[in-house]
């Protein structure tokens, strides 16, 4: 069992900068590829940035390449997402997941979801 807890949403304006974490309670937390979705209220929830489970490999959405990041630190269970230049349309709640493979874009892949943490971009 995996339990996911993300925090460091918030208020930004257009051009700022954000760096949710997700906290995992997990024994291997290094055994789970991590990822990053969003939801806005009236879209699908979409891939974001998935990271694998040494952390050696990164995978971006085109959307948000070049501004996001993700990163993970295997001593403390916790992945980051460091979100900069950040635009009206990076609105949404954020979720973490995590998976026992490799990262996949597929949302029905992933058993694990963290409750979402909200980050909103005004222009």
């Known amino acids: 069992q995996v339990q996911l807890v993300e925090s460091g949403g918030g208020f930004v304006q257009a051009g700022g900068s954000l760096r949710p974490s997700c906290a995992a309670s997990?024994?291997?937390?290094?055994?789970?590829?991590m990822v990053w979705f969003r939801q806005a209220p009236v879209n699908e929830r979409e891939f974001v940035a998935g990271?694998?489970?040494?952390?050696?490999?990164?995978y971006y959405a085109n959307s948000v390449k070049g501004r996001f990041t993700i990163s993970r630190d295997n001593a403390k269970n916790t992945v980051y997402l460091q979100m900069n230049s950040l635009k009206p349309e990076d609105t949404a709640v954020y979720y973490c997941?995590?998976?026992?493979?490799?990262?996949?874009?597929?949302?029905?892949?992933?058993?694990?979801w963290g409750q979402g943490t909200k980050v909103t971009v005004s222009s």
């Open positions: 997990v024994r291997t937390f290094s055994s789970y590829a």
């Open positions: 997941a995590a998976d026992p493979g490799v990262v996949t874009v597929r949302v029905y892949e992933y058993d694990y």
């Open positions: 990271i694998s489970r040494s952390g050696g490999s990164t």
